[in-house]
């Protein structure tokens, strides 16, 4: 192999790394915004993903009633239907957020339990891959080929992530989900509904979850089980890029999606998972807080 | 607009707080708390705001039935607070902190804000321009940009009120607005509580500061254990030999 080949090789790890990369910074974001407001760490979440990509990927098979949906409709019918999941969700957890940790994790576990099972019930243990709209062919830039559908993921993501940072930062409703995140009751005082603006976070982070899991489905394989392994690498990018961070959600998603491809890639792909949660436990040995550790969230 | 506590009970496990304390605070007024730690002034207040729901007796505001009411609607009503502890919303701005309390008065909603940014636009440079102004009646407009909780102490707390009026109320609570002030920080703070007074918002104030209460205050309760002790315009109560003993023991203790 000559350098020039071993360079496109890498860039070529590189983008997957950061398009498998964006899907965990999707799904991290859930956790971290539904930890920040209700200081809750919701297990439930890697199910909500799996939910949410069904819900928009059997439009576009025509897994309802025939029907033939185009994918970009499947894919808003998708997040739409999941962020009201997060809605009832939201409801259900609500008893759960003041109580003990060990209370909320079999709460939010055994919920995604009952998600899993439901996902298997009515739409079977057998998962199957799903056609991308673009064309299968890769584009190829200087020697580097990429698949059209990655790069949608890749854009797609960005876009929900720069968007869900303006929103929080300008939109006014974004100010008060941010107070009512940081001190409950003050909010409150403030004439913030809390759990109003909770309720708009699980629908927030289960939408984004669904987004993530529709513009993924074309190159992972879809299955029920998904719940636990996308939902697990999820939850390490959050622990990683600093429980309750913004940013650190996405940080996270990143370096846990690049270091995977590029051990898969490099090294070898039967330790794919155990280097990048090796990794991750280094990172919290140096740095406890995470990469974007905040110190300002000071929920235990 | 008057606000009226009646015989209110607020019972934690088997140590009761507040023991059937009545009291009222008439418009236009500045009604003192006054009372030794752990009398229940604080818990009266988060009464009134609705965080407890009362174990037995009822607030009303304005001959209505609060008590019992989520806390974003008693603000809705006409009510902000200030607490003990200062509680800035710490990784925002100044001007960010003040904002957020203006939400409710938001005409626009969310998918308003979507569909038409025009308007939302307008509508932010509009609550922007009264946050900065309601800053520079404090003061503290220059700091608008900065971190709220990297000003200094006495900043601080103006930030709080400033952030309690921002709610535009017809009534704010303030607890111990002066702990932690120096003399000359006291002393404005004396002068803007009886501004707030004048421009026609009622006071509902828990103040350990003696010389403040009595320098301010209308009328003052004051509660011991829970109980209410005594109570009238200041020179009534400062020379009640109850509130006396209640503050200083009695003379057989010293």
């Not at chain 1, 590189?14 to 760490?41: C, F, K, W």
């Not at chain 1, 699980?202 to 392994?229: E, Q, R, T, W």
């Not at chain 2, 607020?10 to 418009?27: E, H, I, Q, T, W």
């Amino acid at each position: 192999m000559d350098s020039m080949n071993i360079l496109s090789i890498f860039i070529q790890t590189l983008v997957g790394g950061i398009g498998i990369g964006s899907l965990y910074a999707l799904v991290a974001l859930g956790y971290s915004m539904i930890y920040r407001s209700m200081g809750l760490v919701n297990f439930a979440h890697g199910s909500i993903y799996m939910i949410g990509t069904y819900f928009g990927i059997i439009w576009y098979r025509g897994m309802v009633m025939g029907l033939q949906v185009p994918y970009p409709i499947a894919f808003v019918i998708g997040v739409l239907l999941n962020a009201i999941l997060g809605l009832i969700l939201e409801r259900i957890f609500r008893p759960l957020a003041n109580l003990d940790l060990m209370l909320m994790l079999l709460g939010t576990i055994g919920l995604g339990y009952v998600l899993d099972n439901l996902a298997v019930i009515i739409w079977g243990a057998e998962g199957f891959a799903v056609n991308s709209p673009l064309p299968n062919e890769p584009i190829v830039i200087g020697g580097v080929a990429l698949l059209p559908q990655m790069l949608l993921l890749i854009t797609g993501s960005a876009l929900l992530m720069v968007g869900l940072n303006v929103f929080l930062a300008k939109a006014k409703i974004g100010k008060a989900m941010r107070a009512a995140a940081q001190d409950r009751e003050t909010a409150s005082a403030m004439g913030i509904p809390v759990n109003t603006t909770n309720a708009l976070v699980f629908a927030i982070g289960a939408g984004l979850a669904a987004a993530a899991g529709i513009l993924a489905a074309p190159i992972v394989y879809v299955n029920p089980a998904m719940s636990a392994a996308v939902g697990l690498k999820g939850f390490a990018a959050f622990i990683l890029g600093g429980a309750g961070s913004i940013p650190g959600a996405i940080v996270g998603g990143l370096v846990f999606g690049i270091l995977e491809a590029i051990s898969a890639g490099f090294i070898s792909s039967a330790y794919t998972k155990g280097i990048a949660f090796v990794v991750m436990i280094l990172v919290l040995m140096v740095k406890p807080a995470g990469i974007v550790g905040e110190v300002t969230v000071d929920k235990v | 607009m008057s606000l009226e506590i009646e015989n209110l009970v607020m019972r934690f496990g088997g140590v009761v707080a507040v023991n059937d304390v009545s009291l009222n605070v008439k418009p236009g007024m500045i009604r003192g708390l006054i009372g030794p730690n752990g009398s229940g002034k604080t818990t009266i207040f988060n009464v009134v705001s609705g965080y407890y729901k009362p174990t037995s007796g009822k607030v009303s505001f304005d001959g209505k039935v609060i008590s019992g009411l989520p806390a974003h609607q008693i603000t809705a009503l006409g009510f902000a607070r200030t607490f003990q502890n200062m509680r800035l919303f710490k990784t925002m701005t100044v001007l960010d902190n003040v904002l957020v309390a203006m939400g409710h008065h938001c005409k626009t909603n969310l998918w308003q804000a979507m569909l038409n940014p025009v308007a939302v636009q307008r509508e932010d440079k509009m609550l922007t321009e009264k946050a900065l102004h309601l800053l520079s009646l404090f003061q503290i407009a220059d700091y608008a940009r900065e971190r709220a909780t990297s000003l200094p102490y006495g900043h601080q707390r103006r930030v709080e009120m400033a952030r309690a009026l921002a709610t535009d109320p017809k009534i704010v609570l303030f607890d111990e607005p002066a702990a932690g002030l120096n003399e000359k920080e006291t002393e404005w703070l004396s002068e803007t509580l009886l501004k707030i007074r004048d421009s026609g918002i009622t006071i509902f104030l828990v103040e350990h500061d003696m010389k403040l209460v009595m320098g301010i205050c209308d009328a003052v309760s004051v509660l011991d254990y829970g109980k209410k002790i005594a109570e009238g315009d200041t020179k009534t109560v400062s020379t009640d030999p109850v509130v006396i003993e209640a503050y200083l023991g009695k003379e057989e203790d010293l």
